[in-house]
């Protein structure tokens, strides 16, 4: 009995040691199976991170693709213009905002950023003319949105007109709505003494002050200013007498090339000069213009964002002419008179007055990288390269700046470049 009663408690206590020990393994194995579950779910959510993860960058890299493919569509199209737009819609994509702007680029100038100023507004000359004073000086009404707005400028006693018919003795008047808002008398005539002139056979003053001659060659065709928005090339005219180992040259038209357009001004070809006979010839695109003599005395384009002005400064041979936010020129034609020809030894032909241009050039917002004969030494920091001290001054850069044609945009370092569909005007304008 008192082995039984021992025995019991014994078994009683292998029983519940066995029961520990099962509910253990349950418990082990209840974890095994937690631990397993967690694993699977956690694999579960690294599959589904990677996943998404993936997705993101497969939908960078097509928004990616999308904004270069636009970016370099637009380069393409217009190498000069539209490199900027293109960059500029390649950024937008990559935001995804604006994808339909390099479809069409008409749409694209309207959407996108506000839009800048129109180039063709000239502050200085926004007026209204008023009737003339009783002493005969011309007023005008500034229109500009300026300081100078609403006030009514008059023109000075010593230069009472605007456009005085003798031009070559007397001042005209100039109104300037600008911030300046003056009313000042100048001559409206080239000054081959000047800045940025170019005259005689030929002879340069630079942006610098510096006066220097170019060679050019007869026939030969030169860029005398290329920048970012236009170029102005020059057809030079010469002759070569007997025992000379250059040309004389005289620059004989000027094509001012900007946007899709081509004005260019040009002396005729005469054998006997009459100062009575206009000789300057006038084409705009191609075309001839004529140049009214009474009233303004002017014809105007607007070309794109920009306006060409072109005003008679006398009855015959003296233009000025502007192309707003580019360009301003005083032009006259003029022939080689003998006392010049034998003074110079220039041994010219009877029959051939050899009409040319002499001009002066006021710029208008050229880049610090401009080129060019003469546009070179509007650039900060230019030091000349002529030999200073002699009678002479000689620019060289023949191979630099010969374009193959007067209009022709390209030479060694040329920076202008028009849009590919309108890339040359060879064989639409006759070659002087």
Same mark, same amino acid.
Not at 113 to 124: L, Q
């Given at each position: 009995?008192?082995?039984?009663?021992?025995?019991?408690?014994?078994?009683? /206590?292998?029983?519940?040691?066995?029961?520990?020990?099962?509910?253990?393994?349950?418990?082990?194995k209840a974890?095994t199976?937690?631990?397993?579950?967690?694993?699977?779910?956690s694999?579960?959510?690294?599959?589904?991170?990677?996943?998404?993860?993936?997705?993101?960058?497969?939908?960078?890299? &097509?928004?990616?693709?999308?904004g270069?493919?636009?970016?370099?569509?637009?380069?393409?199209?217009?190498?000069?213009?539209?490199?900027?737009?293109?960059?500029?819609?390649?950024?937008?994509?990559?935001?995804?905002?604006?994808?339909?702007?390099?479809?069409?680029? %008409?749409?694209?100038?309207?959407?996108?950023?506000?839009?800048?100023?129109?180039?063709?507004?000239?502050?200085?000359?926004?007026?209204?003319?008023l009737?003339?004073?009783?002493s005969?000086?011309?007023?005008? /009404?500034?229109?500009?949105?300026?300081?100078?707005?609403?006030k009514?400028?008059?023109?000075?006693?010593?230069? %009472?007109?605007?456009?005085?018919?003798?031009?070559?003795q007397?001042k005209?008047?100039?109104?300037?709505?600008?911030?300046?808002?003056e009313?000042?008398?100048?001559?409206?005539k080239?000054?081959?003494?000047?800045?940025?002139?170019?005259?005689?056979?030929p002879?340069f003053?630079?942006g610098?002050?510096?006066? /220097?001659?170019?060679?050019?060659a007869?026939?030969?065709?030169f860029?005398?200013?290329?920048?970012?928005?236009?170029?102005? %090339?020059?057809? /030079?005219?010469?002759?070569?007498?007997?025992?000379?180992t250059?040309?004389?040259?005289?620059?004989?038209?000027?094509?001012v090339?900007?946007?899709?357009?081509?004005?260019?001004?040009a002396?005729?070809?005469?054998?006997?000069?009459?100062?009575k006979?206009?000789?300057? &010839?006038?084409?705009?695109?191609?075309?001839?213009?004529?140049?009214p003599?009474?009233?303004?005395?002017?014809?105007?384009?607007?070309?794109?964002?920009?306006?060409?002005?072109i005003?008679?400064?006398?009855d015959?041979?003296?233009?000025r002419?502007?192309?707003?936010?580019?360009?301003?020129?005083?032009?006259?034609?003029?022939? &080689?008179?003998?006392?010049? %020809?034998?003074v110079?030894n220039?041994?010219?032909?009877?029959?051939?007055?050899?009409?040319?241009?002499?001009?002066?050039?006021?710029?208008?917002?050229?880049?610090?990288?401009?080129?060019?004969?003469?546009?070179q030494?509007?650039?900060?920091?230019?030091?000349?390269?002529?030999?200073?001290?002699?009678?002479?001054?000689m620019?060289?850069?023949?191979?630099?700046?010969?374009?193959?044609?007067?209009?022709?945009?390209?030479?060694?370092?040329?920076?202008?470049?028009?849009?590919?569909?309108?890339?040359?005007?060879?064989?639409?304008?006759?070659?002087?």
């Amino acid at each position: 009995m008192l082995v039984m009663s021992i025995q019991t408690p014994l078994n009683t /206590f292998k029983h519940l040691k066995n029961k520990s020990k099962g509910v253990e393994r349950k418990q082990k194995k209840a974890q095994t199976c937690i631990s397993i579950s967690t694993k699977m779910a956690s694999r579960k959510w690294t599959i589904l991170v990677a996943f998404f993860i993936l997705l993101i960058a497969m939908e960078a890299a &097509i928004v990616n693709a999308q904004g270069k493919g636009n970016g370099n569509g637009n380069g393409d199209y217009g190498k000069g213009n539209d490199k900027g737009n293109g960059k500029d819609n390649g950024k937008q994509d990559d935001k995804g905002k604006n994808k339909d702007k390099s479809k069409d680029k %008409n749409k694209d100038k309207g959407k996108g950023e506000e839009k800048p100023p129109k180039k063709n507004y000239d502050e200085s000359s926004d007026y209204e003319k008023l009737s003339p004073l009783p002493s005969g000086q011309e007023r005008g /009404f500034c229109k500009a949105k300026t300081a100078c707005q609403f006030k009514t400028l008059v023109c000075p006693a010593e230069c %009472n007109q605007r456009k005085p018919k003798k031009n070559k003795q007397q001042k005209g008047c100039f109104l300037d709505c600008s911030s300046k808002c003056e009313a000042t008398c100048k001559y409206r005539k080239a000054n081959c003494d000047g800045y940025g002139s170019l005259c005689y056979d030929p002879r340069f003053v630079g942006g610098d002050g510096v006066m /220097f001659y170019f060679h050019g060659a007869k026939g030969g065709n030169f860029a005398i200013v290329s920048d970012h928005d236009f170029q102005i %090339n020059a057809h /030079f005219i010469g002759t070569r007498p007997q025992g000379r180992t250059r040309d004389y040259t005289w620059v004989q038209a000027l094509a001012v090339m900007f946007d899709s357009h081509t004005l260019d001004i040009a002396a005729r070809r005469v054998s006997q000069w009459d100062d009575k006979v206009d000789t300057l &010839i006038v084409k705009w695109d191609g075309k001839l213009v004529s140049i009214p003599t009474d009233g303004e005395a002017e014809w105007r384009a607007n070309g794109d964002d920009r306006e060409v002005i072109i005003e008679r400064t006398d009855d015959t041979n003296s233009l000025r002419v502007t192309v707003s936010g580019l360009v301003e020129m005083d032009i006259r034609a003029r022939p &080689i008179g003998e006392k010049e %020809n034998k003074v110079h030894n220039y041994q010219l032909p009877s029959d051939d007055a050899f009409a040319h241009l002499e001009t002066q050039f006021r710029f208008k917002n050229l880049s610090d990288s401009v080129e060019g004969i003469l546009g070179q030494t509007y650039r900060p920091n230019y030091v000349s390269t002529v030999k200073k001290g002699v009678a002479m001054p000689m620019m060289g850069g023949e191979d630099k700046y010969e374009t193959r044609t007067l209009y022709s945009t390209t030479c060694k370092l040329c920076r202008f470049e028009r849009p590919t569909e309108i890339a040359s005007t060879e064989g639409l304008i006759a070659q002087y």
